[in-house]
Protein backbone atom coordinates (compact mmCIF):
# COMPACT_ATOMS: atom_id res chain seq x y z
CA UNK A 1 0.00 0.00 0.00
CA UNK A 2 0.96 3.58 -0.44
CA UNK A 3 0.35 6.92 0.66
CA UNK A 4 0.59 10.34 -0.82
CA UNK A 5 1.48 13.41 1.10
CA UNK A 6 -0.02 16.59 -0.44
CA UNK A 7 0.73 20.28 0.89
CA UNK A 8 -1.65 22.99 0.34
CA UNK A 9 0.89 24.75 -2.03
CA UNK A 10 0.04 21.73 -4.55
CA UNK A 11 3.09 19.94 -4.05
CA UNK A 12 2.40 15.99 -3.41
CA UNK A 13 4.77 12.85 -2.70
CA UNK A 14 3.88 9.37 -2.78
CA UNK A 15 5.98 7.07 -0.71
CA UNK A 16 5.43 4.05 1.19
CA UNK A 17 2.57 3.58 3.69
CA UNK A 18 3.27 2.31 7.44
CA UNK A 19 1.14 2.94 10.67
CA UNK A 20 -2.53 3.15 10.50
CA UNK A 21 -4.81 3.03 7.37
CA UNK A 22 -6.23 6.08 7.57
CA UNK A 23 -6.17 9.81 6.39
CA UNK A 24 -5.16 12.72 8.52
CA UNK A 25 -4.15 15.98 8.08
CA UNK A 26 -2.47 19.09 10.03
CA UNK A 27 0.16 21.69 9.76
CA UNK A 28 3.84 19.70 8.38
CA UNK A 29 6.90 20.55 10.71
CA UNK A 30 10.54 19.10 10.81
CA UNK A 31 12.76 18.34 13.46
CA UNK A 32 16.15 17.54 13.50
CA UNK A 33 17.12 15.19 16.27
CA UNK A 34 19.10 11.93 15.56
CA UNK A 35 17.20 9.98 18.23
CA UNK A 36 14.45 10.68 20.38
CA UNK A 37 11.58 9.56 17.84
CA UNK A 38 9.60 7.55 20.58
CA UNK A 39 9.97 10.91 23.09
CA UNK A 40 9.01 13.25 20.09
CA UNK A 41 6.03 11.50 18.96
CA UNK A 42 4.65 11.09 21.82
CA UNK A 43 5.05 15.23 22.72
CA UNK A 44 1.76 16.99 23.44
CA UNK A 45 2.98 19.81 22.11
CA UNK A 46 3.23 17.92 18.26
CA UNK A 47 -0.78 17.71 18.80
CA UNK A 48 -1.97 18.82 15.69
CA UNK A 49 1.30 18.69 13.68
CA UNK A 50 2.14 15.88 10.96
CA UNK A 51 5.84 15.49 11.64
CA UNK A 52 8.79 15.04 10.09
CA UNK A 53 12.14 13.74 11.11
CA UNK A 54 15.36 14.90 8.78
CA UNK A 55 17.33 12.07 10.53
CA UNK A 56 17.33 9.74 7.71
CA UNK A 57 16.60 6.43 9.37
CA UNK A 58 14.10 6.42 11.82
CA UNK A 59 13.26 3.11 14.27
CA UNK A 60 16.63 1.06 14.11
CA UNK A 61 15.94 0.87 18.05
CA UNK A 62 12.68 0.04 18.42
CA UNK A 63 10.55 1.49 20.87
CA UNK A 64 10.65 1.59 24.25
CA UNK A 65 7.44 2.87 26.15
CA UNK A 66 9.44 4.07 29.00
CA UNK A 67 10.13 6.78 26.79
CA UNK A 68 6.97 7.57 26.09
CA UNK A 69 6.47 11.30 27.16
CA UNK A 70 2.63 10.77 27.49
CA UNK A 71 -0.27 8.45 27.68
CA UNK A 72 0.00 8.01 23.76
CA UNK A 73 0.85 9.36 19.93
CA UNK A 74 0.22 12.70 20.02
CA UNK A 75 1.60 13.91 16.29
CA UNK A 76 -1.07 13.41 13.80
CA UNK A 77 1.03 11.50 11.36
CA UNK A 78 4.97 10.73 11.07
CA UNK A 79 7.04 11.35 7.79
CA UNK A 80 10.49 9.52 7.64
CA UNK A 81 13.23 8.48 5.05
CA UNK A 82 13.96 5.26 5.62
CA UNK A 83 11.75 2.85 8.11
CA UNK A 84 14.00 0.48 10.02
CA UNK A 85 11.45 -2.99 9.69
CA UNK A 86 14.41 -5.18 11.89
CA UNK A 87 15.36 -3.05 14.94
CA UNK A 88 17.88 -4.24 17.58
CA UNK A 89 15.03 -4.60 20.21
CA UNK A 90 11.52 -4.28 21.63
CA UNK A 91 8.33 -3.20 19.25
CA UNK A 92 8.97 -1.83 15.87
CA UNK A 93 7.60 2.07 14.81
CA UNK A 94 5.05 0.46 12.23
CA UNK A 95 3.38 -1.68 15.31
CA UNK A 96 3.68 1.51 17.50
CA UNK A 97 2.24 3.69 14.90
CA UNK A 98 -0.87 1.15 14.36
CA UNK A 99 -1.43 0.68 18.13
CA UNK A 100 -2.64 4.70 18.35
CA UNK A 101 -3.83 4.66 14.86
CA UNK A 102 -1.02 7.00 13.62
CA UNK A 103 -0.56 6.84 9.74
CA UNK A 104 3.33 7.50 8.48
CA UNK A 105 4.75 7.13 5.28
CA UNK A 106 8.28 6.61 4.64
CA UNK A 107 10.40 6.32 1.33
CA UNK A 108 10.41 9.62 0.32
CA UNK A 109 12.52 12.35 -0.46
CA UNK A 110 12.42 14.34 3.25
CA UNK A 111 15.09 17.00 2.53
CA UNK A 112 13.55 18.33 -0.62
CA UNK A 113 10.39 18.89 1.64
CA UNK A 114 12.55 20.06 4.60
CA UNK A 115 14.32 22.32 2.15
CA UNK A 116 10.40 23.92 1.10
CA UNK A 117 9.07 24.25 4.73
CA UNK A 118 12.75 26.37 4.99
CA UNK A 119 12.09 28.45 1.95
CA UNK A 120 7.83 28.64 2.13
CA UNK A 121 6.93 28.37 6.06
CA UNK A 122 5.06 25.67 8.14
CA UNK A 123 2.17 24.65 5.92
CA UNK A 124 -0.86 22.50 5.89
CA UNK A 125 -0.20 18.96 4.88
CA UNK A 126 -2.65 15.70 4.62
CA UNK A 127 -1.24 11.88 4.62
CA UNK A 128 -3.87 9.45 2.59
CA UNK A 129 -3.31 5.97 1.90
CA UNK A 130 -3.77 5.33 -1.57
CA UNK A 131 -3.73 2.01 -3.63
CA UNK A 132 -1.75 3.31 -6.77
CA UNK A 133 -1.08 7.03 -5.79
CA UNK A 134 -3.18 7.88 -8.64
CA UNK A 135 -3.29 11.39 -10.14
CA UNK A 136 -7.12 11.57 -8.88
CA UNK A 137 -5.88 10.57 -5.03
CA UNK A 138 -3.10 13.09 -5.47
CA UNK A 139 -5.78 15.76 -6.76
CA UNK A 140 -7.97 14.66 -3.52
CA UNK A 141 -5.23 14.73 -0.74
CA UNK A 142 -4.46 18.23 -2.07
CA UNK A 143 -7.50 19.24 -1.81
CA UNK A 144 -7.69 17.68 1.71
CA UNK A 145 -4.72 19.53 2.76
CA UNK A 146 -5.66 23.14 1.56
CA UNK A 147 -9.43 22.25 3.37
CA UNK A 148 -7.12 21.58 6.99
CA UNK A 149 -8.04 24.38 9.78
CA UNK A 150 -5.23 26.87 10.17
CA UNK A 151 -3.42 25.80 13.39
CA UNK A 152 -3.40 29.03 14.66
CA UNK A 153 -7.54 29.06 14.90
CA UNK A 154 -7.42 25.72 17.17
CA UNK A 155 -7.95 24.81 20.89
CA UNK A 156 -5.14 22.33 20.64
CA UNK A 157 -4.37 22.75 24.24
CA UNK A 158 -8.10 21.29 25.54
CA UNK A 159 -6.96 18.04 23.72
CA UNK A 160 -4.28 17.18 25.68
CA UNK A 161 -4.32 18.73 29.17
CA UNK A 162 -5.31 16.52 31.96
CA UNK A 163 -9.10 15.92 32.53
CA UNK A 164 -8.74 16.31 36.53
CA UNK A 165 -6.72 17.74 38.95
CA UNK A 166 -4.48 15.31 40.09
CA UNK A 167 -1.71 14.93 43.04
CA UNK A 168 1.87 13.29 43.49
CA UNK A 169 3.12 13.62 46.95
CA UNK A 170 6.03 14.95 48.18
CA UNK A 171 7.74 16.42 51.50
CA UNK A 172 9.09 19.06 49.44
CA UNK A 173 7.80 22.22 48.63
CA UNK A 174 4.17 22.21 46.54
CA UNK A 175 3.72 23.60 43.03
CA UNK A 176 0.80 23.64 40.83
CA UNK A 177 1.58 22.81 37.67
CA UNK A 178 -0.85 23.98 34.91
CA UNK A 179 -0.93 21.07 32.26
CA UNK A 180 -1.04 23.04 28.79
CA UNK A 181 0.05 19.53 27.50
CA UNK A 182 3.39 18.52 29.88
CA UNK A 183 5.80 15.70 29.00
CA UNK A 184 6.86 13.17 31.51
CA UNK A 185 9.92 14.31 31.69
CA UNK A 186 9.18 17.63 33.39
CA UNK A 187 7.04 16.01 36.34
CA UNK A 188 10.04 13.10 36.80
CA UNK A 189 12.26 15.91 37.80
CA UNK A 190 9.91 17.45 40.04
CA UNK A 191 9.30 14.41 41.71
CA UNK A 192 13.17 13.61 41.57
CA UNK A 193 13.66 17.05 44.15
CA UNK A 194 10.50 15.65 46.04
CA UNK A 195 8.24 18.31 45.10
CA UNK A 196 4.59 17.69 46.82
CA UNK A 197 3.20 17.95 43.08
CA UNK A 198 -0.52 19.50 42.28
CA UNK A 199 -1.00 19.47 38.80
CA UNK A 200 -4.29 21.22 37.37
CA UNK A 201 -6.80 21.27 33.78
CA UNK A 202 -5.49 24.25 31.82
CA UNK A 203 -9.17 26.01 32.37
CA UNK A 204 -8.49 25.84 36.25
CA UNK A 205 -9.19 29.47 37.70
CA UNK A 206 -6.48 31.41 39.40
CA UNK A 207 -8.69 31.58 43.04
CA UNK A 208 -8.68 27.64 42.73
CA UNK A 209 -4.77 27.58 42.05
CA UNK A 210 -4.24 29.95 45.07
CA UNK A 211 -6.62 27.80 47.77
CA UNK A 212 -3.77 24.84 47.15
CA UNK A 213 -1.87 27.59 48.74
CA UNK A 214 1.46 26.06 46.80
CA UNK A 215 4.54 27.94 47.25
CA UNK A 216 5.00 28.35 43.58
CA UNK A 217 3.17 27.90 40.01
CA UNK A 218 4.54 26.23 36.76
CA UNK A 219 3.19 26.30 33.77
CA UNK A 220 4.02 23.61 31.24
CA UNK A 221 4.73 23.45 27.85
CA UNK A 222 1.70 22.64 25.17
CA UNK A 223 1.07 22.66 21.20
CA UNK A 224 -0.57 25.29 19.54
CA UNK A 225 -1.09 29.45 19.16
CA UNK A 226 -0.59 30.50 22.72
CA UNK A 227 -3.25 33.67 22.16
CA UNK A 228 -5.56 30.37 22.77
CA UNK A 229 -4.56 29.35 26.26
CA UNK A 230 -6.49 32.27 27.75
CA UNK A 231 -7.07 31.22 31.43
CA UNK A 232 -3.39 30.77 31.56
CA UNK A 233 -3.03 34.36 30.61
CA UNK A 234 -5.32 35.23 32.70
CA UNK A 235 -3.53 33.23 36.03
CA UNK A 236 -0.57 35.08 35.27
CA UNK A 237 -2.33 38.48 35.57
CA UNK A 238 -3.90 37.81 38.72
CA UNK A 239 -1.52 35.67 40.63
CA UNK A 240 2.27 37.96 39.68
CA UNK A 241 3.41 39.14 42.55
CA UNK A 242 1.78 37.10 44.76
CA UNK A 243 3.53 33.62 43.99
CA UNK A 244 6.07 32.43 42.27
CA UNK A 245 5.63 31.91 38.69
CA UNK A 246 7.81 29.86 35.87
CA UNK A 247 7.13 29.06 32.68
CA UNK A 248 8.38 26.50 29.67
CA UNK A 249 7.78 26.71 26.05
CA UNK A 250 4.17 27.42 25.81
CA UNK A 251 4.23 28.19 29.74
CA UNK A 252 7.18 31.42 28.73
CA UNK A 253 4.65 32.55 26.17
CA UNK A 254 1.79 33.24 27.89
CA UNK A 255 3.90 34.66 31.03
CA UNK A 256 4.96 37.15 28.64
CA UNK A 257 1.64 37.52 26.68
CA UNK A 258 0.40 38.09 30.40
CA UNK A 259 2.75 40.95 30.88
CA UNK A 260 2.52 42.72 28.07
CA UNK A 261 4.55 41.52 25.73
CA UNK A 262 3.88 39.85 22.29
CA UNK A 263 4.14 36.18 20.17
CA UNK A 264 4.77 35.70 16.67
CA UNK A 265 4.54 32.88 14.75
CA UNK A 266 8.21 31.57 13.31
CA UNK A 267 8.65 30.82 9.61
CA UNK A 268 9.25 27.54 10.40
CA UNK A 269 10.02 26.70 14.10
CA UNK A 270 12.76 25.62 15.90
CA UNK A 271 12.16 21.85 16.78
CA UNK A 272 15.52 19.54 17.60
CA UNK A 273 18.16 18.65 19.62
CA UNK A 274 20.59 21.02 19.46
CA UNK A 275 19.74 24.51 19.19
CA UNK A 276 22.19 27.16 20.99
CA UNK A 277 21.00 29.87 23.50
CA UNK A 278 23.44 32.20 25.09
CA UNK A 279 22.97 33.34 28.27
CA UNK A 280 22.73 37.02 28.00
CA UNK A 281 24.41 37.16 32.32
CA UNK A 282 27.20 35.08 31.72
CA UNK A 283 27.79 34.98 28.38
CA UNK A 284 27.88 31.08 28.09
CA UNK A 285 26.36 29.07 25.34
CA UNK A 286 24.04 26.08 26.14
CA UNK A 287 22.89 23.38 23.45
CA UNK A 288 19.36 23.03 24.12
CA UNK A 289 16.08 20.61 23.01
CA UNK A 290 13.45 22.74 21.85
CA UNK A 291 10.05 22.58 20.35
CA UNK A 292 8.08 25.03 19.37
CA UNK A 293 6.44 27.27 16.41
CA UNK A 294 5.73 30.61 17.83
CA UNK A 295 8.36 32.92 19.67
CA UNK A 296 8.10 35.89 22.28
CA UNK A 297 8.43 39.69 21.35
CA UNK A 298 8.86 41.74 24.10
CA UNK A 299 10.39 45.49 24.45
CA UNK A 300 9.11 46.66 27.84
CA UNK A 301 12.16 45.89 29.62
CA UNK A 302 10.97 47.75 32.95
CA UNK A 303 8.59 44.52 33.45
CA UNK A 304 10.76 41.69 31.84
CA UNK A 305 14.15 41.43 31.51
CA UNK A 306 15.31 39.30 28.48
CA UNK A 307 17.78 36.77 30.14
CA UNK A 308 18.41 34.45 26.82
CA UNK A 309 18.74 34.41 23.39
CA UNK A 310 19.36 32.00 20.57
CA UNK A 311 22.29 31.91 19.15
CA UNK A 312 20.83 31.55 15.70
CA UNK A 313 18.94 34.01 15.02
CA UNK A 314 18.49 35.99 18.49
CA UNK A 315 14.76 35.47 19.23
CA UNK A 316 14.13 34.99 22.83
CA UNK A 317 14.89 31.84 24.67
CA UNK A 318 14.16 33.05 28.71
CA UNK A 319 12.90 36.17 30.79
CA UNK A 320 12.68 37.00 34.12
CA UNK A 321 11.44 39.26 37.01
CA UNK A 322 13.31 39.20 39.52
CA UNK A 323 10.96 41.54 41.98
CA UNK A 324 7.94 39.71 40.74
CA UNK A 325 10.05 35.86 41.08
CA UNK A 326 8.59 35.29 37.83
CA UNK A 327 11.11 33.03 35.30
CA UNK A 328 10.27 31.53 31.75
CA UNK A 329 11.88 29.42 29.31
CA UNK A 330 11.76 28.70 25.48
CA UNK A 331 13.67 25.68 25.30
CA UNK A 332 12.78 21.83 27.55
CA UNK A 333 14.77 22.33 30.08
CA UNK A 334 13.90 18.74 30.78
CA UNK A 335 15.20 17.46 27.05
CA UNK A 336 13.36 14.06 26.00
CA UNK A 337 14.83 14.09 23.54
CA UNK A 338 18.13 16.10 23.92
CA UNK A 339 21.20 17.42 25.90
CA UNK A 340 20.54 18.03 29.45
CA UNK A 341 22.67 21.39 29.54
CA UNK A 342 20.13 23.15 31.76
CA UNK A 343 17.82 20.34 33.17
CA UNK A 344 19.35 20.57 36.37
CA UNK A 345 20.11 24.64 36.01
CA UNK A 346 16.49 24.77 35.62
CA UNK A 347 14.71 22.65 37.98
CA UNK A 348 17.41 23.69 40.88
CA UNK A 349 16.52 26.91 40.43
CA UNK A 350 12.95 26.89 40.49
CA UNK A 351 13.17 24.56 43.39
CA UNK A 352 14.98 27.19 45.70
CA UNK A 353 12.80 30.14 44.54
CA UNK A 354 9.76 28.69 45.33
CA UNK A 355 8.36 29.70 48.83
CA UNK A 356 10.31 32.77 48.45
CA UNK A 357 8.58 35.10 51.23
CA UNK A 358 7.18 37.28 48.82
Known amino acids: MKAILAFENGVAVVGKRFGAKRATAGELVFATPYTGYVEALTDPSYNGQILLFTYPLVGNYGVNYDDCQSAGIQAEGFVIRELCEHPTNGQTLDAFLN????????????????????????????????????????????????????????????????????????????FVLMDFGVKQNTIQNLRHRDIDLIVVPADTLG?????????????????GDPAQAKNGIHVVRELAGQLPIFGICLGHQLIALALDGETYKLKFGHRGANQPVLDLRTQRVYITAQNHGYAVRY????????????????????????????????????????????????FDQITDVAGHNM
Open 99 to 174: AYEIPGIWDIDTRMITIMIRDEGAMRASLVPSAKGSRADIRRAIDRARRAPDIATLDLVSEVTCANAYHIPGKGKR
Open 299 to 346: DQRDKMTVTQVNANDNTIEGIANEYLHIMSVQYHPEASPGPHDLEKSF
Open 207 to 223: KRIADYEPDAILLSNGP
